[in-house]
T-cell receptor, first 115, second 110 residues
Framework: EAQVTQNPRYLITVTGKKLTVTCSQN?????MSWYRQDPGLGLRQIYYSMNVEVTDKGDVPEGYKVSRKEKRNFPLILESPSPNQTSLYFCASNEGLAGGGNIQYFGAGTRLSVL | SQKIEQNSEALNIQEGKTATLTCNYTNYSPAYLQWYRQDPGRGPVFLLL?????KEKRKERLKVTFDTTLKQSLFHITASQPADSATYLC?????????FGKGTRLHILP
C-alpha cells in the first residue's frame, strides 16, 4: 500500500530541546516536502526536496532543518524548538503525472506542542 | 506574491443539493490546479487535478472547472451527502511549487 509515514504522531516538548520528526515514503518518489498547518493560516510549506541531497526552502523555513540522504526518508529537525513552532506538521510525497502536474500524498500528521 | 482565496471559511448545504466551492487566485496562472479533501486531524487527500488548457474535469459526483481569464476554479459536489462534510483545499501547482488555499469547511446537513 502506498504510504507516507510520519513519526511521532503527537509530541510535547520544551523550549530548546532538539527534536526530529521522521518521514518515510514507499512510492519511490523524488519530490518530498514538509508543511505546517495553523488555524487561519492554512498549509504552509517549510522545506522541500526534489531529489536526494537536494533541499530548498519553502515559505516558512526559519527554525527548521531537513536532510535527504536517501530517497525514501526526509526528516524534519527542530534544533531549538520555540513555542511558535507549536503546530500540526505534515510530510508529503509527490507523484509526477505523465501529462504534467503532481499529486501529493500526505502523511497522517504530527501534532507538536512546544512548552 | 501569489495569493489564493477560497470563497468562505464554512459552507452549509442541504443533503442532496449541489455544493459549489470557489478558489480565486491573483498574479500568475498556475499550470495546474488541484483539489484536496481534509478530514479533522488527518492529512489532505488528493481529489482532482485540472490543467490550464482544460476547462472542466469530472470524477464521479465531483466536477472541477478552471477559468484562467477569471483566475478562478469552481469545485462542485452533486447529490451531496453528509459523508462529504470535510474541509476542501485548492492548491496551485506551477514550476514544482505548490501553494495551498486556507480551505473551505463544508457541512452537508441531513
Amino acid at each position: 500500500e502506498a504510504q507516507v509515514t510520519q513519526n511521532p504522531r503527537y509530541l510535547i516538548t520544551v523550549t530548546g530541546k532538539k527534536l526530529t520528526v521522521t518521514c518515510s515514503q514507499n512510492m519511490n518518489h523524488e519530490y518530498m516536502s514538509w508543511y505546517r498547518q495553523d488555524p487561519g493560516l492554512g498549509l504552509r510549506q517549510i522545506y522541500y526536496s526534489m531529489n536526494v541531497e537536494v533541499t530548498d526552502k519553502g515559505d516558512v523555513p526559519e527554525g527548521y532543518k531537513v536532510s535527504r540522504k536517501e530517497k525514501r526518508n526526509f526528516p524534519l529537525i527542530l534544533e531549538s524548538p520555540s513555542p511558535n513552532q507549536t503546530s500540526l506538521y505534515f510530510c508529503a510525497s509527490n507523484e509526477g503525472l505523465a501529462g504534467g502536474g503532481n499529486i501529493q500524498y500526505f502523511g497522517a500528521g504530527t501534532r507538536l506542542s512546544v512548552l | 506574491s501569489q495569493k489564493i482565496e477560497q470563497n468562505s471559511e464554512a459552507l452549509n448545504i442541504q443533503e442532496g443539493k449541489t455544493a459549489t466551492l470557489t478558489c480565486n487566485y491573483t498574479n500568475y496562472s498556475p499550470a495546474y490546479l488541484q483539489w484536496y479533501r481534509q478530514d479533522p486531524g488527518r492529512g489532505p487527500v488528493f481529489l482532482l487535478l485540472i490543467r490550464e488548457n482544460e476547462k472542466e474535469k469530472r470524477k464521479e459526483r465531483l466536477k472541477v472547472t478552471f477559468d484562467t481569464t477569471l483566475k478562478q476554479s469552481l469545485f462542485h459536489i452533486t447529490a451531496s451527502q453528509p459523508a462529504d462534510s470535510a474541509t476542501y483545499l485548492c492548491a496551485l501547482d506551477r514550476d514544482d511549487k505548490i501553494i495551498f488555499g486556507k480551505g473551505t469547511r463544508l457541512h452537508i446537513l441531513p
